[in-house]
């Protein structure tokens, strides 16, 4: 299982992270004449303030906190297809730990965030009012969440979370000009996400 995460990780690296960065900086370079750096920082691959930070963390243990008071039932992680079926009953353990970081680290938290707010925010962002571009990048990252309901139309609840809380991250690229806070909150959220069905479903 460790292996199908790590692999599973790779791929989204190359996929949503790499292969969009070659183009986005082949574009710039050649249109116009910006350095790897330049075009890393336009990426939001930068600290940006540390107020941002902060708030990241703070939004990011206020909903780690509603999800254990909520206390969703496991079964809503653990279907056919859910990526989160791969932690049923594992329990915490140092390879658990690990898969969980790997998954809301990398597969999910960089990634996702690169892609939607290091890349599509940010340079929406640059050509649109900023509320224009938040809503946005907002709608295009809920788009592909859409596909939850076809296996599981009773999670509709939490399509407008997730609208939320893409509007929340990308205000936090916006705004400090980085993908840290929102990295950072995603990874939080997704790994305990993991853990949550790790330990709820080994008892």
């Known amino acids: 299982m460790l292996a199908k995460i790590a692999t599973s990780g790779l791929a989204n690296l190359i996929l949503l992270a790499g292969i969009p960065f070659l183009l986005y900086w082949g574009w710039h370079r050649w249109r116009h ?57 594992l329990g915490l353990s140092g390879t658990s730990v690990l898969m969980a970081l790997i998954y809301g680290v990398v597969t999910t938290g960089f990634c996702e965030e690169f892609l939607f707010r290091g890349l599509l925010a940010g340079s ?11 809503g946005l990048q907002a709608f295009l990252f809920l788009l592909p969440h859409l596909l939850v309901l076809r296996v599981r139309p009773e999670l509709w609840p939490l399509l407008p979370v997730v609208f939320v809380a893409a509007l929340f991250l990308g205000w936090l690229r916006i705004r400090s000009g980085s993908i840290m806070g929102p990295w950072l909150f995603h990874a939080a959220i997704n790994v305990a996400t993991c853990l949550y069905v790790a330990l709820g479903s080994s008892a």
Do not use: C, K
């Open 124 to 134: 929406l962002a640059r050509r649109l009012p900023t509320w224009l571009a938040n």
């Open 33 to 89: 004449r910006r350095s790897l750096a330049e075009v890393a920082r336009r990426a939001g691959l930068r600290l940006g303030p540390p107020r941002y930070l902060a708030y990241a963390v703070l939004a990011a243990l206020l909903n780690i906190a509603a999800l254990l008071a909520w206390s969703p039932p496991i079964s809503s992680f653990t279907s056919h297809d859910s990526p989160q079926r791969v932690f049923e009953g």
